[in-house]
């Protein structure tokens, strides 16, 4: 591990024991925030006892739909708005304040259209992912150096032959990034729609928790959120560092 | 005529009174790239073109290679008009790097031959002699981004190569190399020459370097450019860059530089010089 590995690895273990001190010593009440150390314990019980695995199972499946679909769809979409510079100049102003919008003020809309379901959840998941891949995917491939454009033309590729096997691999570096929004945004879409408008998965479930008093579950199911977020992300950069650096990016 | 002299005088691709004029929508007059330009390559010969900076050499090779339309005249490849894509048996070499650096050596050699539905076998053996002749046998898993700048020159000369282009048309290829490496650079692509047979059209600035490598040599005007004279150097098809202790080479350069430097100092003025 690097110096600023180990910088970090401070930092973060030195937040959660202050945290378990001020909750062991009680100057953190238990009916705001139980200690790390029983959050952790009762994720252990909640996972052993199989209890929230529906839960998870559900959301799970709700966020890799979303991405799938924000990614590919973002990537698509993206490619076709860079082959057309008129629509992109008349796109641009609504994709640069998308993330303006409050989104979840729409939620009744989403239900209108898609049902008190997970196709209303994964709509959600999917609308907050897929402008960040459109944004990564017209920068990326405005970065694409003209002398690999001209090379598909020797090769009498076509536009998506072009797009695939040529834009896609160069542009990597930026769509990596929007993959990383698309990860993050497709997990708040999910579990917060999930806290609005569903009947199960794990933003219902800590929504549930937190309306009946009990902070053991909601904590814990928080904590594997922010484990499992940290995990897929960290597997994520983990693999675009061994490819950059195999690729001299 | 003999079959040799019927073979030299072969016309391989034409431009018939080439023009290209860049932009000039809306009522504005545009920039003119290429003046009224004509060019016939024989088949087989190695023919450089020189001229100042900003002259329009870049545009001659994009309009001969079919990667830009010319704004007036025609081209021809074996006798058949440019139809506005890359006509087949047409290689082109940038002088940027081109190599695809998600892709190793071998792949980025074969990533052409893969999409016009050769064989494995053909393709194999066809990679095999490319990586022999262009000295990358040994980095044929590496990726380009392991290489030096003259080696991935190799490799993109290498993926024009496995193709089997009938005309290899080189823009500057060895425009961002040091001095030493692109005479050796120079040496390998007259091996590829004598070798494919294929005719070549290579775009510099270098006055050895069209001198040392060419057959004859077609120098252009400043902008916007034209051929303006023509030079034969009657080198030997055997030759290398040791051909410039030659008392000829000090001939041609001077004879080079003589029409060159009017036109350089032209460009100057046009501010389009160092």
């Known amino acids: ?249 | 005529m003999s079959a040799r002299e019927t073979r030299r005088t072969d016309v391989h691709a034409e431009m018939r009174g080439v023009t290209r004029v860049y932009g000039g929508s809306g009522g504005s007059a545009g920039v003119q790239a290429l003046a009224e330009t004509n060019l016939r390559l024989r088949r087989g010969e190695f023919y450089s073109v020189i001229g100042p900076s900003g002259c329009g050499k870049s545009t001659l090779l994009d309009v001969l290679a079919g990667l830009s339309r010319p704004t007036t005249g025609e081209i021809l490849f074996e006798g058949r008009p440019l139809d506005g894509r890359v006509p087949d048996g047409v290689g082109v070499v940038f002088q940027e790097d081109a190599s695809f650096s998600w892709l190793t050596v071998a792949d980025n050699i074969v990533f052409g031959l893969r999409r016009t539905g050769v064989d494995a076998a053909e393709i194999a053996r066809r990679l095999d002699h490319a990586l022999r002749l262009m000295g990358l046998v040994d980095f044929a898993k590496a990726y380009p981004a392991q290489l030096s700048g003259g080696m991935r020159q190799r490799v993109c000369i290498a993926r024009t190569l496995v193709m089997q282009p009938r005309m290899i048309l080189l823009d500057e290829p060895f425009g961002a190399l040091d001095a030493q490496t692109r005479l050796i650079m120079g040496d390998e692509l007259l091996k590829v020459w004598r070798e494919t047979g294929a005719t070549v059209l290579l775009i510099t600035h270098a006055l050895d370097e069209a001198a040392m490598l060419s057959d004859r040599i077609g120098i252009m005007s400043a902008r916007p450019g034209r051929i303006i004279e023509e030079i034969e150097t009657r080198w030997p098809r055997e030759r290398d860059s040791r051909i410039a202790a030659n008392a000829a080479f000090g001939d041609i350069t001077a004879r080079l530089w003589s029409v060159l430097r009017d036109e350089s100092l032209k460009a100057i003025r046009q501010g389009a010089g160092p």
């Open chain 1, 1 to 249: 591990m690097t110096r600023i590995g180990f910088l970090r690895l401070f930092f973060v273990a030195g937040f959660i024991l202050a945290v378990e001190a001020l909750c062991r010593t009680g100057a953190i009440s238990p009916r705001v925030l139980i200690a790390p150390s029983d959050m952790a314990v009762r994720l252990a019980w909640l996972l052993a006892s199989g209890k929230a695995n529906a839960d998870i199972a559900e959301t799970l499946g709700n966020v890799a739909i979303a991405l799938v679909l924000s990614v590919s769809g973002g990537f698509a979409i993206g490619a076709a708005i860079h082959a057309f510079p008129r629509l992109r100049r008349a796109i641009d102003p609504f994709l640069a304040s998308y993330y303006a919008l409050p989104f979840f003020a729409f939620y009744p809309l989403f239900i209108v259209l898609f049902g008190l379901g997970r196709g209303a959840i994964i709509a959600i998941g999917f609308l907050f992912g897929v402008v960040a891949m459109i944004i990564a995917t017209l920068n990326g491939f405005d970065r694409i150096p003209p002398v690999l454009v001209r090379t598909a033309a020797i090769y009498h590729m076509g536009p998506a032959a072009a797009a695939l096997r040529i834009k896609l691999p160069s542009a990597i570096p930026y769509l990596f990034t929007g993959v990383k929004l698309a990860i993050a945004y497709s997990f708040i879409g999910v579990i917060a729609a999930e806290f609005i408008m569903a009947s199960s998965g794990l933003g219902y479930s800590i929504s549930y928790a937190f309306n009946n008093f009990d902070n053991g579950t909601m904590y814990a199911l928080m904590l594997f959120v922010i484990v499992l977020v940290t995990v897929v992300n960290a597997l994520f950069y983990s693999y675009e560092r061994r490819l950059m650096r195999r690729w001299g990016r």
